[in-house]
């Protein structure tokens, strides 16, 4: 009976059989479909977490930095690091921590995550794409560059001494405002990229999982209705007394499913385990529904949570502006309950008025555009607030718009910042108008941006026609110092852009169009972006051209005064010459008289004559000195002198006037060592012979005292300082006296002048001689007391051995030098020998006055004159003399051409040459030993200096 009953019910089976594989399968895709939904909401949210997370991470470290420089309170600082910490992964990150707002100081332990995660690890786990990725790299630099700016805030707060101001402009300016402002763009961007990307796919498999959902609802429903036409049908089957199977029914109705149904065929079905086995396939499916419905329960209250937290105002508008959603913060703006917004008219919840004033971006919303615009709105507490909003439209698969997304930022701190900057700019900018120094900026191809109100002054050009100029624009012509086109590789601006650095104080002219000039001094300096970049450069000038026109004014008045000055040296050096050359004749002539038998009377005469040349050459080398010091001719020759010996013979020249007067000389030589020094020995002389002469001058009776002394100098093995004091028992100087002795042509009175004669040029000489030395004359004095007089010069050194004289010439007191005879070791000369000897003078006076000389030191020598310089060439050049006397202004050839010919045409480099001249600069000294002169013999000559080259040079 049951094969038969399954034969007529085996339709019925084979439909059931394969509704159920199909609703098997349709479950299964349903599962698949909702876990591919649930990692795809799960890689939406966790990719909005990191987005949302970038946001308010950097909203927090911008509040934390400006609160930290604002109160000073290191709270606000270690929270700062800490978040850094966290981001970095070095720190556990709270749970919960993109909604906590960043509480972790209250966090338990217990909710620290056990794993240490960085930001950049965290981006690892969420499948973003390539150019979502980019994105998070340009935000991770840019929040980067801000965390920079936000510590040398730091720095410069904490190093500066609370440089508060300072410190916050850096977290208040421009560039700061620029890199937030681009973070949150690119934030946005994040997001929307995001949104684009996940909500379509999410939307499509929440489709798929709708779809699944019905067909596996459809087939369920299917196979009750085939088992109940299947019941139907075995009704059909029964046969028998129908009270029986009204039994049967009954029975079964009454829960006894272990009734028998009676077939037809008599054969008997019992269904108790066929509705307990669909019982249990029901009780499956309605638990699988259950657990569906608190999954989605939990995913809304994720997704209300997610929006809940996001810093911005979210509300979702459909196509007939009725709202359908709004964020715990979109609702706190407005100051509404959820029940009064959702459900509620766009008009009705903006107010009539903005919603008026955002119509326009309604309609463009539903056009399919993305709006983006700002709002000043007034606040539930009565302030006044600016918005930043987004319209983002809901399209269908048609295309149609079926709502909106509204997107909207409160920036009114922003906006207050921007005002703030503003005024700062408009501060700014008053205050580089009002300068006197012209400012320009440039761009890196060198247009001009920038210009203030003393840049359109100063280059005679209106601002607004600057601004859009290139640096080296023809609108000026630029020049050098000597009106030469200024070449345009080297203006400050060029170079601050091609080589990147500083230029200062470069000054060039400049010619506007209408042909006027000026002289400015410029500065340029290059600019870079936060990134290091150069972005161009930025020059301030002023305009010298008055102290340019003064400085010109003041070379034309130098060249003027050098100009009279060089005349005026050339003046007394020709005076110097005509003097000198007849005074030469004078002095020489009358050393030789008074070398002959002369009566009393005669010998008196020669005695004045000699007195009055000596007094006539002292008076014209002063004259001279004086003149040469002023024009600037006044020269160290430095060379190697050894002091002892140098002393000695300084003495030996003013023996004859102490001995005169009756004086004493003491000498307190204080020299550690035998040395040599390094200085200029004639002007070193020239200062102690002024200075014994004045003291011998102004001292009847006492003494005259020379002290030297060294000291060492720090930081140097090299060199000395020595001290040369003279001191004498003379009328002394008043005190208010002792400026006016330094003055050139004064004395301390002028009764000095009548009772003790001279120029009163003999301690100015000194004073302005040691200048050179880089030193000064100092006096101690009181009238009828003696003076002191003392000065150091600071010389190198160099030890050596004692030299051949003695110690004893030197004695640490000398009394009258009638007794005393000082020796000198002297050349040997052979005067037996026949030295062939060539004078070149040109005036016969002197000439006769030199042979006369040479004729009485060296009887059998054999003397050539010549008037000429080629006349002294070809003497030469016949006679080879043992020793030539050259003057050197001659006609025909002068000394100078005559000695070259010598040295360098006939290559004689042996032949001992002597200049005889009355140029007695030391610049005419250099030139004669340059040229390969060996010695320099000043006029008036000194029988004495004379006898001494003589012997110098034919010694051998």
């Given at each position: 009976m049951s094969i038969k009953i399954f034969r007529l019910l085996k339709p019925s089976l084979w439909i059931l059989f394969i509704l159920a594989i199909l609703a098997l399968l349709s479950f299964s895709f349903f599962i698949w479909s909702d876990n591919q939904t649930k990692i795809l909401t799960e890689n939406r949210i966790k990719?909005?977490?990191?987005?949302?997370?970038?946001?308010?991470?950097?909203?927090?470290?911008?509040?934390?930095?400006?609160?930290?420089?604002?109160?000073?309170?290191?709270?606000?600082?270690?929270?700062?690091?800490?978040?850094?910490?966290?981001?970095?992964?070095?720190?556990?990150?709270?749970?919960?921590?993109?909604?906590?707002?960043?509480?972790?100081?209250?966090?338990?332990?217990?909710?620290?995550?056990?794993?240490?995660?960085?930001?950049?690890?965290?981006?690892?786990?969420?499948?973003?794409?390539?150019?979502?990725?980019?994105?998070?790299?340009?935000?991770?630099?840019?929040?980067?560059?801000?965390?920079?700016?936000?510590?040398?805030?730091?720095?410069?707060?904490?190093?500066?001494?609370?440089?508060?101001?300072?410190?916050?402009?850096?977290?208040?300016?421009?560039?700061?405002?620029?890199?937030?402002?681009?973070?949150?763009?690119?934030?946005?961007?994040?997001?929307?990229?995001?949104?684009?990307?996940?909500?379509?796919?999410?939307?499509?498999?929440?489709?798929?999982?709708?779809?699944?959902?019905?067909?596996?609802?459809?087939?369920?429903?299917?196979?009750?209705?085939?088992?109940?036409?299947?019941?139907?049908?075995?009704?059909?089957?029964?046969?028998?007394?129908?009270?029986l199977v009204y039994k049967t029914i009954e029975s079964i109705g009454n829960g006894n499913f272990n009734t028998e149904i009676h077939l037809k065929e008599g054969t008997n079905f019992s269904i108790l385990k066929w509705l307990s086995l669909m019982q249990g396939k029901l009780s499956f499916a309605n638990l699988e529904r259950t657990e569906f419905e608190k999954t989605l329960i939990i995913k809304e209250k994720f997704i209300r949570w997610v929006t809940d937290v996001f810093p911005g105002m979210l509300g979702y508008w459909n196509k007939d502006l009725i709202c359908v959603y709004a964020n715990t913060n979109y609702l706190e703006w407005f100051g509404k309950s959820n029940k009064v917004v959702v459900g509620s008219h766009l008009k009705d919840v903006l107010t009539e008025e903005i919603y008026n004033l955002n119509l326009e971006y309604i309609n463009d919303v539903f056009k399919g555009r993305n709006v983006q615009f700002e709002r000043k709105i007034k606040k539930v507490d009565g302030t006044i607030g600016f918005t930043l909003a987004h319209y983002i439209p809901d399209m269908n698969e048609e295309g149609n718009v079926e709502g909106f997304l509204a997107v909207v930022t409160d920036i009114t701190k922003i906006k207050e910042i921007d005002l703030t900057l503003e005024r700062n700019q408009k501060h700014l900018e008053y205050v580089l108008d009002n300068l006197i120094t012209g400012i320009v900026q440039i761009n890196i191809v060198g247009e001009i941006i920038y210009?203030?109100?003393?840049?359109?002054?100063?280059?005679?050009?209106?601002?607004?026609?600057?601004?859009?100029?290139?640096?080296?624009?023809?609108?000026?012509?630029?020049?050098?110092?000597?009106?030469?086109?200024?070449?345009?590789?080297?203006?400050?601006?060029?170079?601050?852009?091609?080589?990147?650095?500083?230029?200062?104080?470069?000054?060039?002219?400049?010619?506007?169009?209408?042909?006027?000039?000026?002289?400015?001094?410029?500065?340029?300096?290059?600019?870079?972006?936060?990134?290091?970049?150069?972005?161009?450069?930025?020059?301030?000038?002023?305009?010298?051209?008055?102290?340019?026109?003064?400085?010109?004014?003041?070379?034309?008045?130098?060249?003027?005064?050098?100009?009279?000055?060089?005349?005026?040296?050339?003046?007394?050096?020709?005076?110097?010459?005509?003097?000198?050359?007849?005074?030469?004749?004078?002095?020489?002539?009358?050393?030789?008289?008074?070398?002959?038998?002369?009566?009393?009377?005669?010998?008196?005469?020669?005695?004045?004559?000699?007195?009055?040349?000596?007094?006539?050459?002292?008076?014209?080398?002063?004259?001279?000195?004086?003149?040469?010091?002023?024009?600037?001719?006044?020269?160290?020759?430095?060379?190697?002198?050894?002091?002892?010996?140098?002393?000695?013979?300084?003495?030996?020249?003013?023996?004859?006037?102490?001995?005169?007067?009756?004086?004493?000389?003491?000498?307190?030589?204080?020299?550690?060592?035998?040395?040599?020094?390094?200085?200029?020995?004639?002007?070193?002389?020239?200062?102690?012979?002024?200075?014994?002469?004045?003291?011998?001058?102004?001292?009847?009776?006492?003494?005259?005292?020379?002290?030297?002394?060294?000291?060492?100098?720090?930081?140097?093995?090299?060199?000395?300082?020595?001290?040369?004091?003279?001191?004498?028992?003379?009328?002394?100087?008043?005190?208010?006296?002792?400026?006016?002795?330094?003055?050139?042509?004064?004395?301390?009175?002028?009764?000095?002048?009548?009772?003790?004669?001279?120029?009163?040029?003999?301690?100015?000489?000194?004073?302005?001689?040691?200048?050179?030395f880089n030193s000064k004359l100092e006096v101690i004095s009181e009238e009828n007391f003696g003076s002191k007089f003392t000065f150091k010069i600071r010389a190198q050194f160099e030890s050596h051995r004692l030299d051949n004289y003695s110690e004893e010439l030197l004695p640490s007191t000398i009394g009258n030098f009638n007794n005393k005879t000082f020796q000198v070791s002297a050349n040997k000369l052979d005067l037996n020998k026949q030295f062939k000897i060539l004078i070149a003078e040109d005036n016969i006076i002197n000439m006769l006055l030199t042979k006369s000389i040479i004729q009485k030191k060296l009887p059998l020598a054999i003397i050539f004159e010549a008037e000429n310089g080629k006349l002294a060439l070809d003497i030469y050049k016949r006679e080879k003399p043992d020793l030539i006397f050259m003057d050197l202004q001659m006609p025909e050839m002068n000394g100078y051409e005559v000695t070259s010919a010598i040295r360098t045409v006939v290559n004689d480099n042996k032949t001992p040459i002597i200049a005889l001249t009355a140029d007695n600069f030391l610049s005419d000294r250099e030139k004669c030993l340059k040229l390969g002169m060996n010695d320099f013999i000043g006029k008036p000559i000194e029988t004495n200096t004379l006898e001494n080259s003589l012997k110098k040079w034919l010694k051998n």
């Open positions: 990719s909005l977490e990191i987005a949302n997370e970038i946001v308010a991470t950097n909203d927090e470290l911008t509040r934390l930095s400006r609160n930290y420089i604002a109160t000073n309170e290191k709270i606000f600082k270690e929270d700062y690091i800490s978040i850094l910490s966290i981001n970095n992964g070095e720190r556990p990150r709270p749970l919960n921590y993109h909604v906590s707002h960043w509480n972790f100081r209250d966090t338990d332990k217990q909710d620290l995550e056990s794993k240490l995660i960085s930001f950049e690890e965290r981006v690892q786990l969420v499948d973003f794409t390539d150019n979502e990725l980019q994105i998070i790299h340009n935000i991770t630099s840019i929040s980067k560059d801000i965390q920079n700016i936000e510590k040398k805030s730091f720095t410069l707060f904490e190093e500066k001494s609370l440089k508060r101001e300072a410190a916050l402009d850096l977290l208040f300016n421009k560039n700061y405002r620029n890199l937030r402002s681009n973070l949150m763009v690119l934030a946005q961007n994040l997001c929307k990229s995001i949104e684009n990307r996940t909500k379509p796919n999410i939307e499509y498999w929440k489709k798929i999982t709708d779809i699944l959902r019905i067909l596996f609802l459809i087939l369920i429903l299917s196979l009750f209705i085939i088992m109940l036409l299947s019941y139907f049908n075995l009704r059909s089957i029964l046969g028998g007394d129908p009270n210009a203030n109100h003393a840049s359109e002054i100063i280059l005679n050009i209106k601002r607004n026609a600057i601004s859009g100029l290139y640096y080296n624009s023809k609108a000026w012509k630029q020049i050098d110092e000597f009106n030469n086109p200024y070449p345009p590789e080297k203006l400050p601006l060029a170079i601050a852009l091609k080589e990147n650095r500083i230029v200062s104080n470069i000054e060039h002219g400049i010619i506007d169009e209408n042909g006027n000039w000026k002289w400015l001094i410029v500065n340029a300096y290059p600019i870079y972006d936060s990134n290091s970049n150069l972005t161009g450069a930025i020059a301030n000038f002023i305009d010298i051209t008055k102290r340019k026109l003064g400085e010109r004014s003041l070379m034309q008045a130098k060249e003027i005064a050098d100009s009279a000055s060089n005349a005026k040296s050339e003046f007394l050096a020709n005076m110097s010459h005509e003097i000198r050359t007849p005074l030469n004749a004078i002095i020489g002539f009358s050393d030789l008289i008074a070398d002959t038998k002369l009566n009393e009377e005669q010998s008196l005469y020669v005695n004045l004559i000699q007195q009055s040349s000596i007094s006539l050459r002292n008076l014209i080398n002063n004259i001279l000195d004086f003149s040469k010091i002023e024009a600037g001719k006044y020269e160290l020759d430095i060379q190697k002198i050894d002091l002892k010996k140098f002393i000695h013979q300084t003495i030996d020249l003013i023996r004859y006037q102490i001995v005169e007067k009756n004086l004493n000389l003491i000498q307190d030589i204080n020299l550690k060592e035998n040395t040599y020094f390094y200085t200029d020995e004639l002007k070193l002389r020239q200062i102690l012979l002024n200075l014994f002469s004045n003291s011998i001058k102004f001292t009847e009776k006492g003494f005259i005292k020379l002290i030297i002394n060294e000291e060492k100098i720090e930081n140097t093995k090299k060199e000395k300082m020595l001290i040369f004091i003279v001191e004498d028992s003379g009328i002394g100087i008043p005190k208010d006296k002792h400026k006016e002795i330094f003055e050139a042509f004064t004395q301390a009175d002028s009764s000095t002048t009548r009772k003790y004669g001279g120029t009163g040029l003999g301690l100015t000489i000194c004073n302005k001689i040691l200048t050179i």
